[in-house]
């Protein structure tokens, strides 16, 4: 017979660094305050200041340990800041959320250059080279966790978002490929794709009847995710509970692709 005691302890993060990329705002901020809440101590790198003084509040309240730092995530000297502050400040990292992203909604005959490059140097190449690096770091500590933030674009093509749904296939590629490397290291790496959820981001589209509607019909469990549901998510993928999760990419849909 199994003994399950060690379930006690599989998900809690006590003294775990999270560093966490866009982490102040919509789904990262939903992430951070989940992992904090199951012990870890949160990095947040971010592009600005958006939220710090009510989330400092919130955590002081709590007794929860935050620090962030702030850069341009496309630009190598912001990255090697990143690392080096996290290090500096909780002398290691355990796991590193790649959440920051961004978006251009333009038809394809449309597009510009600029916008690809813009969108794809966000969510994919910085993605690479701070993955990279911090990999270095777990290598050195025997271990670590990537989590990498998909979409249902990394399954499906979308329409108006070719960079968009280009740079989250990318984010699936990239995350087998770490995997298969780096696996015998003890560094898992594994992705999660949020469908439709509950965010300030969608509210326009849940106010459209009709548009709503069409999305509901499509979604097996009949609702829209909580961000809550996302950040669960998360919090599995940090613990040890996924120690034998490498390379897989995990829809938090309701069933969305299933249909």
């Not at 999270?18 to 919509?26: L, Q, W």
């Not at 920051?100 to 600029?114: C, F, M, Q, V």
């Not at 989250?168 to 794709?193: P, Q, R, W």
């Amino acid at each position: 017979m199994i003994n399950y005691d060690y379930l006690k302890d599989m998900f809690g993060l006590e003294n775990k660094v999270v560093v966490i990329t866009g982490g102040n705002s919509g789904l990262g901020k939903d992430y951070a305050e989940a992992l904090a809440s199951c012990g870890a101590k949160i990095f947040i790198f971010a592009y600005d200041k958006t939220n710090v003084d009510e989330m400092k509040k919130q955590y002081n309240e709590n007794k929860w340990e935050l620090e962030f730092e702030f850069g341009d995530i496309t630009k190598q000297e912001s990255r090697d800041k990143l690392i080096k502050s996290c290090l500096d400040r909780f002398k290691r990292i355990d796991v590193l959320v790649n959440n920051a992203g961004t978006i251009s909604r333009t038809p394809i005959l449309e597009g510009t250059d600029n916008e690809w490059h813009k969108v794809m140097d966000i969510n994919l190449n910085s993605i690479y080279s701070l993955s990279r690096e911090v990999c270095k770091v777990f290598k050195k500590q025997g271990g670590g966790k990537i989590i990498n933030i998909a979409s249902m674009l990394a399954f499906q093509g979308g329409k108006f978002v070719p960079s968009y749904a280009a740079s989250k296939h990318g984010i699936s590629g990239i995350t087998k490929a770490f995997a298969n490397e780096l696996a015998e290291y003890n560094i898992n790496v594994n992705a999660i794709a949020p469908g439709y959820i509950e965010t300030a981001n969608t509210a326009p589209i849940r106010a459209d009847k009709e548009r709503n509607k069409s999305i509901l019909d499509r979604i097996p469990a009949g609702r829209w995710g909580k961000p809550s549901d996302v950040a669960a998510t998360c919090v599995f993928l940090a613990s040890k509970a996924s120690d034998y999760c490498n390379g897989y990419i995990f829809a938090v849909d309701g069933g969305w692709l299933a249909r």
